[in-house]
């Protein structure tokens, strides 16, 4: 693996179904991220963990959950689908030393609920 | 609240420079930046601005203006390839960012 990893790709999803997108980042960084992108819309934070074991929750946190076990994985579940929750999902991850410690994202799950 | 401005969209020629402007509101300030994203992309950082003035990059300079809350992204001898949209956000007093809408620039020949 190089850098940060996101799976599934894309997914189509029953209203009601549960739903975990998984992320993983093999550059040993502390601070893992989730944000959902819409339309005209900046990226939006859903949840986010400064180190393992540790959760937060940011700006949309409503209807998904986190768990943060390890240093290298982040997975997002969704207990039970809705269909505003259609969006394409961005992990990211951020811990280099020093400024400016930017973010670095995995390729996205682009997630559509019916 | 919290809040990121930039224009929608913007239109350029291939050879010539575009200025991108984006304003901010936000509970603190722990520094600004800018990311590039193509379409179908993840976004990829560019820059990074913390203290007034301008950070050159090649091709690309960023500037900042604490006290006016207000940062532009400078292109110059812009490149087909540098049609995407250019995406402003603003690390809060909380350690997080805090992103605008984006800006889709759209590079003609």
């Known amino acids: 693996i190089a850098g940060i990893t996101q799976a599934p790709t894309s997914q189509i999803l029953a209203a009601g179904r549960r739903m975990t997108l998984r992320c993983t980042q093999d550059m040993r960084h502390n601070a893992m991220y989730w944000y959902r992108q819409d339309l005209g819309l900046g990226l939006r934070l859903i949840h986010y963990s400064n180190t393992a074991g540790t959760t937060g929750k940011g700006e949309v946190p409503d209807g998904y959950s986190v768990s943060r076990a390890n240093t290298d994985d982040f997975p997002l579940t969704l207990a039970s689908a809705v269909p505003s929750q259609t969006s394409v999902y961005f992990c990211?991850?951020?811990?280099?030393?020093?400024?400016?410690?930017?973010?670095?994202f995995g390729p996205g799950t682009r997630l559509t609920v019916l | 609240g919290q809040n990121i401005d930039q224009p929608t969209e913007m239109t350029a020629t291939e050879g010539a420079i575009v200025q991108i402007n984006c304003t901010y509101q936000t509970s603190g300030f722990n520094g600004l930046f800018w990311y590039q994203q193509h379409a179908g992309e993840a976004p990829t950082f560019l820059s990074y601005?913390?203290l007034d003035g301008l950070e050159e990059k090649g091709r690309f300079s960023s500037f900042l203006s604490r006290s006016k809350g207000y940062s532009y992204l400078l292109l110059k001898e812009l490149q087909m390839k540098d049609s995407a949209s250019y995406l402003c956000a603003v690390r809060d007093s909380n350690y997080q960012l805090i992103w605008g809408a984006g800006t889709k620039l759209i590079i003609k020949p």
């Open positions: 990211a991850s951020s811990g280099s030393s020093g400024s400016p410690d930017e973010q670095f």
């Open positions: 601005n913390v």
